[in-house]
C-alpha cells in the first residue's frame, strides 16, 4: 500500500535519531526527552557500549537492509518498480561477498552487545537494539524476548512499544492488526504526540479501512512534525488521500496550494547542451538523465525523464507526469535543484567518470532553463 511504504520512510530517519536518544538528550543539546521521560543515563551505560552502539547505529542503517531487506521490493506507487532504475541516487544490489563482509560486521557487533547484556542486564537501551537487530535479521522470536526484557525495564516508552510493532508487523506480512495495534495503542497512552505512534496508527487505521481514523491519527502528526521537514509533503499527501477514500473534504490548507497550482502550470521545461569540451567523452548511445529534486533534504527526484546523448541538445519538460512517486511530485515544491547527467553504465546513481550539469535552486514554473553538462562527477 502507498501509504503504509511513504509513511515507513519517514519513520526510518525518525526510528535511528530515537533509537540512541538517551546518548544525547542527556548531552544538553537542543533536543530535550519526552514529557513522560526523565532523561536520566540508562543503568550501567558505559563510553565503551556507547561507541558500539554508535558504529552499530550506522552499520545497521547503512547497509543492513540491503543485506537483509528486499530494496527491488520496496516500491512507491504502481509504476514506480520501473521508474527506481531511473533515479540518479539509486543504488545498485550488493555483492555476495559486501553481504557477507557485512553480515560479520553485524554478528561481531551482537556478540559485543551481548557480553554487555551479560554484565548489564538492566540496560533498557541496550535490549531494545538487540531486539531491533534480531527483529531485522528475521529472529523474530528473539526480538520478542529482547523487547520483552526492554519494556519491563521501561513500561511506558512510547519509542519502545512502536519499535515492537513494527518487528511484529514485519513478521506478519506487514500487517498491523492483532499485537502490533495493541503495542502501538499503549505507546499512545504513553505519549499522545508521539511521532513513530501516530504514523503506525494511521496506518492501522487506514489498513482496517477505518480512514477517518487514518486522518485524525496522521493529521495530528502534522502537527508535531515540522512543516519544512523531508517528511511533511509525504503526510500531507497520505492525508489527502485518507480524506478521498473516507469520501471528506480536502484540508483548508490545501486550498492554497491548490490555486498556486492553478495559477501556473506546475513544469520546468528548458534545454540541456553538452559542454564543447566534453564532447569528445561521450557516445551516442549513452544514457542522460534529467532531473528534478529538492533543494534540501531527501534527494529523492520529484521529477525525471531519460533521453541519450545523440539526442543533445534537447528540450525536455519535467513536471508531475515524470514524478517517481504519486505523493512526490513537482507541484508540491516551491523551488528545485535541476540537472542533468551523463551515464555511459546507465546506472542513474552517480558513478566516476559520470559527466553532470546542475542548477543548484529553480523555481517552479521556469521556462527556458539552459543546463549545461560541463563537469565530470567525483565521488
Known amino acids: 500500500m502507498t501509504v503504509f511504504v511513504l509513511v515507513a520512510a519517514a519513520l526510518c530517519v525518525l526510528a535511528a535519531a530515537l533509537l540512541t536518544r538517551s546518548l544525547w538528550w542527556r548531552g544538553g543539546v537542543a533536543s530535550k526527552p519526552l514529557e513522560d521521560e526523565p ?20 552499520v545497521m542503517a547503512g547497509g543492513g537492509y540491503a543485506v537483509l531487506g528486499a530494496p527491488d521490493r520496496l516500491v512507491l506507487g504502481p509504476e514506480s518498480s520501473a521508474k527506481a532504475d531511473a533515479s540518479p541516487d539509486a543504488q545498485p544490489p ?54 520483552n526484557t526492554a519494556e519491563k525495564l521501561r513500561p511506558n516508552d512510547a519509542t519502545l512499544l512502536s519499535d515492537h510493532a513494527v518487528a511484529v508487523a514485519l513478521s506478519n506480512n506487514r500487517k498491523l492488526e492483532g499485537e502490533p495495534t495493541q503495542l502501538i495503542e499503549r505507546a499512545l497512552k504513553a505519549d499522545p504526540k508521539h511521532p513513530k505512534a501516530l504514523a503506525l496508527a494511521g496506518t492501522a487505521a487506514f489498513e482496517r479501512k477505518d480512514y477517518k481514523g487514518a486522518v485524525r491519527y496522521w493529521e495530528d502528526l502534522a502537527k508535531v512534525e515540522p512543516a519544512d521537514s523531508p517528511f511533511a509533503e509525504q503526510i500531507r499527501a497520505s492525508i489527502a488521500e485518507a480524506r478521498q477514500m473516507a469520501s471528506m473534504p480536502a484540508a483548508a490548507d490545501a486550498a492554497p496550494k491548490a490555486a498556486a497550482t492553478a495559477a501556473g502550470p506546475a513544469q520546468i521545461t528548458g534545454i540541456v547542451t553538452l559542454a564543447e569540451n566534453l564532447k569528445g567523452r561521450v557516445s551516442p548511445d549513452d544514457t542522460v538523465f534529467v532531473f528534478a529534486r529538492p533543494v534540501e533534504g531527501s534527494r529523492m527526484p520529484l521529477a525525471i525523464i531519460r533521453k541519450q546523448v545523440k539526442d543533445l541538445p534537447f528540450q525536455f519538460t519535467l513536471d508531475d507526469s515524470s514524478a517517481m512517486s504519486p505523493a512526490s511530485k513537482l507541484s508540491g515544491a516551491a523551488s528545485v535543484a535541476v540537472g542533468a547527467r551523463v551515464s555511459k553504465s546507465g546506472n542513474a546513481m552517480p558513478q566516476n567518470g559520470d559527466l553532470q550539469g546542475l542548477v543548484p535552486s529553480v523555481q517552479v514554473g521556469t521556462n527556458a532553463l539552459k543546463v549545461e553538462i560541463n563537469a565530470e562527477v567525483s565521488r
Open 94 to 147: 550488493m555483492s555476495a561477498a559486501s553481504r557477507a563482509e557485512a553480515m560479520a560486521k553485524i554478528n561481531v557487533l551482537v556478540d559485543k552487545l551481548l557480553t554487555h547484556l551479560k554484565e548489564q542486564p538492566d540496560d533498557a537501551d541496550g535490549w531494545q537494539m538487540l531486539a531491533r537487530t534480531y527483529a531485522a535479521m528475521g529472529k523474530q522470536a528473539d526480538a520478542n524476548q529482547a523487547f
Open 39 to 58: 532523561a536520566v543515563a540508562a543503568p550501567g551505560s558505559s563510553a565503551g557500549l556507547i561507541g558500539v552502539l554508535a558504529v552499530f547505529v550506522f
